[in-house]
């Protein structure tokens, strides 16, 4: 049976293909076929929609301005890593303390959770540690590991998972084009945000590009199974610097063209105003006095 819908409006997409799968998946399941001219309902994408790192969702972080996000996201840093090796307590508010801006950012926790995979070579790191070092050595579960290779190893994989941990919340909440703003806004160097703006522009056409390299693998009878696949990647890699350098020379010399001149303009945002630093600073302010108290009682 053929199914058709109805007339299509100018400039509207037509979506026989749609139909015609609806169609044939309501015959299989035993529902009644569509009707002429019935809408079709597609099913909706899973989770919060994303644009790069950025993920779309109300939050009171996404509302912050990018530059006070990343004064924050230092001073954060700064004052976790200044919390004596050892003083859980000050190490376990802290850790409450950036949870709670995980919460507030209403963040999937699972998106959370595979972008802190990035951590795994400090994590291989810090389990190695106290294998390595040196000093008094302890009983564990048969191992005899090094006491000051614990503390610190311990010390140190907590302080990177907070430190990623904010990062990942910074990367979820804002676009790269407020935060390449908010850097230009914090008077950093106008040659490396012009750097970073290439780099973030540019980095979606090289993904595209390895995908059509990887369409046209498969096309000719691409290799299966894994290790040949990375073989297979390898062996392109060439092919895609070779590409991506041909493709810089060729936007260098149309910039060139049309009166580049070594500086981008300056990206505009709005100030903060006093209640969005406010916001923005309790959090890091917080770890700070933590950390100062926690080295003051050491």
């Not at 399941?29 to 079709?40: D, H």
């Not at 230092?74 to 004052?79: Q, R, V």
């Not at 910039?255 to 945002?269: H, I, Q």
Request: charged share 15%; glycine share 10%.
């Amino acid at each position: 049976m053929r199914v058709t819908g109805a007339p299509r409006a100018p400039g509207r997409p037509a979506r026989r293909a749609r139909v015609a799968g609806a169609a044939s998946a309501g015959r299989s399941s035993g529902t009644p076929p569509l009707a002429p001219g019935a809408p079709v309902l597609l099913p909706a994408s899973r989770g919060p929609r994303r644009d790069g790192l950025h993920v779309l969702v109300a939050s009171p972080v996404h509302r912050l301005p990018a530059h006070t996000k990343v004064v924050a996201l230092t001073a954060l840093a700064a004052g976790v890593v200044a919390v004596p090796a050892g003083a859980w307590a000050a190490l376990a508010v802290c850790a409450l303390l950036v949870l709670g801006v995980v919460a507030a950012s209403r963040l999937p926790v699972g998106l959370v959770a595979r972008r802190m995979v990035v951590e795994m070579p400090v994590v291989v790191f810090c389990l190695l540690l106290p294998l390595v070092a040196t000093g008094p050595r302890v009983d564990v579960l048969g191992l005899e590991l090094a006491r000051d290779g614990l503390v610190g190893g311990a010390t140190l994989l907590v302080k990177a998972t907070l430190g990623v941990l904010a990062a990942v919340v910074l990367a979820g909440t804002t676009s790269a084009r407020d935060l390449l703003a908010g850097l230009d806004r914090l008077r950093v160097p106008r040659p490396m945000v012009a750097v970073l703006t290439f780099a973030v522009r540019y980095a979606a056409v090289l993904a595209e590009e390895v995908r059509r390299l990887q369409v046209a693998r498969a096309v000719r009878g691409g290799e299966d199974g894994r290790l040949r696949q990375l073989a297979a990647v390898a062996a392109g890699a060439g092919a895609l610097f070779v590409r991506g350098y041909e493709r810089g020379e060729r936007v260098q010399r149309s910039m060139v063209v049309r009166g580049w001149t070594g500086t981008t303009p300056a990206l505009a945002s709005a100030p903060a105003t006093a209640r969005q630093w406010a916001l923005a600073l309790v959090v890091p302010a917080a770890a700070v006095a933590v950390a100062v108290v926690a080295r003051a009682a050491a």
